[in-house]
């Protein structure tokens, strides 16, 4: 199985400053059949399901505001929030679908300091 | 949107029947998997089906002791597991795929707690 670990375990940031979560796969998730990595990103809300922000790494699913941005290759991945906001205090989860079983991160608890 | 069935208690050696109701676009063109979290938990996946064709797949983890199935008529996927234990536990959700045996994650249901206990 294709292990994801992320760090940090949880953060903690202001108000309008940036987190930063990172996401590293234990083998490549880039497919060289279309260049494309196989790498998502969800968030969860309190008492909530998740919900999509990204697919493929970088694309952003409908509705999701532009300060979050999904980067990273390979086996090296990074979701960013700027300018912080106390709506997204959630947990935050990376998850690979290149290769069976589909897997997912730990968690990333993310709260305002 | 994913609708699923409501809350469910079950004795350890029961099976669940968990349902997932789907409306607003073509049932038949989207997969659906089902990902439990156990109490403050990460996500685990558990398996999938092409509605279109009603191929399954499954996690090893859960081969065995969990059916995925779909009736297209009803636009409604059901996972049932089988020879529960505590370790159950858990919520559970259903998600949509963005195609037909897509492993891409897009819409997620509300989630249907499963609690095992004697």
């Known amino acids: 199985d294709i292990v994801m670990t992320q760090s940090p375990d949880s953060l903690a940031v202001s108000l309008g400053e940036r987190a930063t979560i990172n996401c590293k796969s234990s083998q490549s998730i880039l497919s060289s059949a279309n260049n494309k990595n196989y790498l998502s990103w969800f968030q969860q809300k309190p008492g909530q399901a998740p919900k999509t922000l990204f697919y493929g790494a970088s694309t952003r699913a409908s509705g999701v505001p532009d300060r979050f941005s999904g980067s990273g290759s390979g086996t090296d991945f990074t979701l960013t929030i700027n300018t912080l906001q106390a709506e997204d205090v959630a947990i935050y989860y990376c998850?690979?679908?290149?290769?069976?079983?589909?897997?997912f991160g730990q968690g990333s608890r993310l709260e305002i300091k | 949107q994913l609708v699923q069935s409501g809350a469910e208690v079950k004795k350890p050696g029961a099976s669940v029947k968990l349902s997932c109701k789907a409306s607003?676009?073509?049932?038949?063109?989207?997969?659906i998997h089902w990902v439990r979290q156990a109490p403050g938990q990460s996500l685990e996946w558990m398996g999938c089906v092409n509605v279109g064709n009603s191929h399954t797949e499954y996690s090893q983890k859960f081969q065995g002791r969990v059916t995925i199935a779909r009736d297209t008529f009803a636009s409604t996927a059901y996972m049932e597991l089988f020879s529960l234990g505590s370790e159950d536990t858990a919520m559970y959700f259903c998600v949509r795929g963005d195609g037909p045996g897509s492993w891409l994650f897009d819409y997620w249901g509300q989630g249907t707690l499963v609690t095992v206990s004697s």
């Open positions: 607003g676009y073509t049932f038949t063109s989207h997969a």
């Open positions: 998850q690979q679908y290149y290769g069976g079983p589909i897997t």
